[in-house]
């Protein structure tokens, strides 16, 4: 693929040709550049993974004003989006712990489908206070 980032010629060039005018590309549809002009997956940006998407980290710099894609959510200090999934499973998947958060999971409506365990979270939140 173009300004993906790669050589190997399974995606690209060998000459790396496909890699030299990123700046000027305009990334495809569901694509994200980098501030280092390769193109990631939007599921990328911002999911708190620096492991994962631009070498250069950028994707995880411009969380402030990022809007979260269908099925994540923000985490409240903004450094990340989580799949909705995870937020009050009892398990911390934000910086900040917003997403186990008493204010948030009390308001929080499950996605359709899904059960709301009270008396999980409130062992979890007890436990966590005693930490």
Same mark, same amino acid.
């Given at each position: 693929m173009v300004c993906d980032g790669t050589? #190997?010629?399974w995606s690209g060039?060998? *000459?790396?040709?496909?890699?030299?005018?990123? %700046?000027?590309?305009v990334c495809p549809t569901?694509?994200?550049k980098c501030d280092s002009h390769i193109c990631i997956d939007k599921a990328q940006v911002? #999911?708190?993974d620096t492991w994962s998407g631009c070498e250069d980290e950028s994707d995880e710099a411009?969380?402030? %004003?990022?809007?979260c894609l269908d099925g994540t959510w923000k985490c409240l200090d903004n450094t990340s989006c989580i799949p909705i999934l995870?937020?009050? #499973?009892?398990?911390?998947?934000?910086? *900040?712990?917003s997403d186990?958060? %008493?204010?948030?999971?009390?308001?929080?409506?499950?996605p359709v489908g899904y059960w709301?365990?009270?008396?999980?979270?409130?062992?979890?939140?007890?436990?966590?206070?005693?930490?």
């Open positions: 050589s #190997d010629g060039c060998y *000459d790396n040709s496909d890699e030299a005018y990123c %700046e000027n590309w569901g694509k994200w911002c #999911d708190g411009h969380c402030q %004003e990022w809007d995870n937020v009050c #499973d009892a398990g911390m998947h934000c910086s *900040d712990g186990e958060s %008493e204010a948030v999971c009390m308001a929080w409506v499950c709301k365990c009270l008396l999980v979270w409130l062992v979890f939140t007890l436990f966590l206070t005693l930490l």
